[in-house]
């Protein structure tokens, strides 16, 4: 029996009949992720960062020390960010496991400790999910959340809801690219990226992936999620206004040839954020898993030359240790 997208709206370019696409369709070649494998197999890839595991968990973590009462927010690791805004806290792509993967013997493992632990959360009042894929959706660490915070509201795109339902979850919202909703007296938006979704064999692009923009009292924060750069991407901007805070993804870009579809490089990181007026920025999606060829070490290596070529004197770009905490006002 073929699927067919209950959410499909022929008038929407990035609906389709059999599930969702990206705005400007991109797709690999046939062999292209053999091929991908098997150079990596070759090459012994990914290699240990360079001062050892060990050497980059004494350099790029910390335990995060939950205090005060101001806005701000603490990069957990990967995609997770734990948010505080107007005495409301916030958790983005919550990955708590061991590893990233279906399987708990299996799969890409962390390689740093969580720098929180669940029961060290102080409050928890909405989740963010940006899309399915195991390093951004994790059922073993919902379901914790959902034990210590069962009225969480969860917010995701079109297509997890039930999903999210089925692990306990009682308040969940789905919304659509550019669709907005309000929740606790902060303003919250579904926003574009390019990407794909993906958890069994048999549901590829049958959910939607997105960003999301939060307002709250003045100030507009921009999670992306997974996404590679687009043009389009400057019309959140253009569409929601200027963007305070962004969290820039700059891991999982190697090889380039395969993963620049799907992931930003640091190098497109620094671009888009000039594009966007250089806002407070912090760099996502790295230190925690390996998921393609570079090291640990390597996205904030490259982040750091591309700062400095791109020679701007704003301090603006701030590179945080996992747990490290950053004022938003």
Known sequence: MVWKNPWYNPAI???????????????????????????RKAAGLPRPPSNGYTGFIEQWWQKA????????????????????????????????????SPLRFAGPQRRTPPALAIADIPQLD????????????????????????????????????KWIRRQGARHVSELDWWKNTSFAGMSFTAVPAQHWS????????????????????????????????????????????????VALPVGAYAPRWFMAINHMDPQSAVTLWQQLG?????????????????????????????????????DNFRILKIGQYLSLR
Not at 73 to 95: E, N
């Open 198 to 245: 993906m958890r069994t064999l048999w549901d590829r692009n049958r959910s939607l992936w997105c960003g999301w923009v939060v307002e709250s009292a003045g100030l507009r924060f921009w999670f992306p999620g997974d996404t590679g750069y687009m043009p389009e991407l400057l019309a959140i901007p253009e569409r929601l206004g200027a963007l305070d805070v």
């Open 278 to 314: 250089t806002p407070l920025a912090f760099p996502i999606h790295w230190g925690v898993f390996e998921l393609a060829d570079e090291s640990l070490d390597e996205p904030v290596k490259e982040l750091q030359y591309a700062l400095s070529e791109a020679a701007d004197e704003s």
């Open 65 to 100: 020390e939950i205090a005060g009462d101001s806005d701000g927010l603490w990069w957990l690791g990967h995609s997770s960010i734990l948010l505080r805004l107007q005495g409301k806290y916030l958790l983005t792509d919550p990955v708590f496991s061991r590893r990233a």
């Open 126 to 161: 909405a989740v963010l999910i940006s899309h399915n894929h195991y390093d951004h959706l994790d059922a073993w660490t919902l379901r914790a959340l959902l034990r210590r915070f069962p009225e969480v509201h969860f917010f995701a795109p079109l297509g997890l809801g």
């Open 13 to 39: 370019s990035h609906h389709s009949p059999g599930g969702f696409t990206n705005v400007t369709p991109v797709t690999h070649q046939p062999g292209d992720k053999k091929r991908w494998h098997d150079e």
